[in-house]
């Protein structure tokens, strides 16, 4: 499928207009007939287009559900950190989300964010977004004894539980446990090795020159880290096995053209 990237990029960036809009059948209409969202990379994803347990019904009821969570009560606003990257039908941005939460509550939170898109009837579409961001320091941010986080913290949980169900909320929570500093350490080694040379750590990369690690983030089982490839502003991101900490799978998003 040929793609303008100025198609993909209208498409990622009418999903941010459209949360601040708070314009929940526009953020809706954004997405493939068949979704995921991970929204921490980590935590529960979204599943859309399947079966869904809790409406009873095929299609993206779940993805409304999260926007209800998650969304909809926030203000939230994008703070953009470096020119976004369209690589293929990807789109990544990285970004500083700002989480206005009612009562003076505000969280702050680094992200690198994954659009994959497709074609939906012939229409680009958001096949999959990735969130990258660490969870335990956005918990630290809204916890406390005061009462404006008090009663944030008790409206969450309330929402959570109506909209995730038992089990979803404690997905979300679940989701704080990642690959973390023993992760990015390892990230870290990989790209030394192939500074140095090593044939093993140069093939995980692509054969690209991956320099200039910056703004780092571990997810789940991934880090991914704002870099330099080639030359040229990239996105490494890093998949790794949760039982050696090794790096299993690389992928370095550059813009097209970057060699």
């Known amino acids: 499928m040929l793609a303008d990237p100025a198609d993909l990029l209208a498409l990622a960036h009418?999903?941010?207009?459209?949360?601040?809009?708070?314009?929940?059948?526009?953020?809706?209409?954004l997405f493939a007939r068949h979704h995921v969202v991970e929204d921490p990379v980590g935590g529960r994803p979204v599943v859309g287009g399947l079966y869904?347990?809790?409406?009873?019904?095929?299609?993206?009821?779940?993805?409304?559900?999260?926007?209800?969570?998650?969304?909809?009560p926030n203000d939230i606003r994008?703070?953009?950190?470096?020119?976004?990257?369209?690589?293929?039908?990807?789109?990544?941005?990285?970004?500083?989300?700002?989480t206005r939460l009612g009562?003076?509550?505000?969280?702050?939170?680094?992200?690198?964010?994954?659009?994959?898109?497709?074609?939906?009837?012939?229409?680009?579409?958001?096949?999959?977004?990735a969130a990258h961001w660490e969870v335990a320091p956005m918990?630290?941010?809204?916890?406390?004894?005061?009462?404006?986080?008090?009663?944030?913290?008790?409206?969450?949980?309330?929402?959570?539980?109506?909209?995730?169900?038992?089990?979803?909320?404690?997905?979300?929570?679940?989701?704080v446990r990642s690959v973390g500093?023993?992760?990015?350490?390892a990230v870290a080694q990989l790209v030394a090795a192939a500074a140095a040379g090593d044939p093993a750590a140069r093939r995980l990369l692509g054969g690209r020159d991956v320099t200039d690690l910056t703004k780092v983030i571990a997810?789940?089982?991934?880090?991914?880290?704002?870099?330099?490839?080639?030359?040229?502003?990239?996105?490494?991101c890093c998949y790794l096995d949760r039982k050696t900490y090794e790096v299993a799978r690389a992928v370095v998003y550059a813009p097209v053209g970057a060699a």
């Open 78 to 98: 994008f703070h953009i950190e470096r020119d976004d990257i369209v690589d293929g039908l990807t789109v990544v941005r990285d970004v500083t989300i700002e």
């Open 219 to 236: 997810a789940g089982d991934a880090v991914t880290a704002s870099c330099t490839a080639d030359g040229a502003p990239a996105l490494l």
């Open 52 to 72: 869904d347990t809790r409406s009873h019904r095929r299609g993206g009821n779940s993805l409304g559900r999260f926007y209800d969570t998650f969304i909809a």
């Open 103 to 129: 009562g003076g509550v505000v969280a702050r939170a680094p992200m690198h964010l994954l659009y994959e898109t497709t074609l939906d009837d012939g229409e680009p579409r958001i096949r999959r977004i």
């Open 14 to 29: 009418a999903s941010p207009a459209a949360v601040a809009a708070h314009d929940r059948d526009a953020w809706l209409g």
């Open 139 to 175: 918990f630290a941010q809204v916890a406390g004894l005061d009462p404006a986080k008090l009663k944030v913290g008790m409206s969450m949980a309330a929402r959570m539980l109506r909209n995730q169900g038992l089990g979803g909320s404690i997905a979300f929570g679940a989701a």
């Open 181 to 185: 500093e023993r992760g990015k350490q």
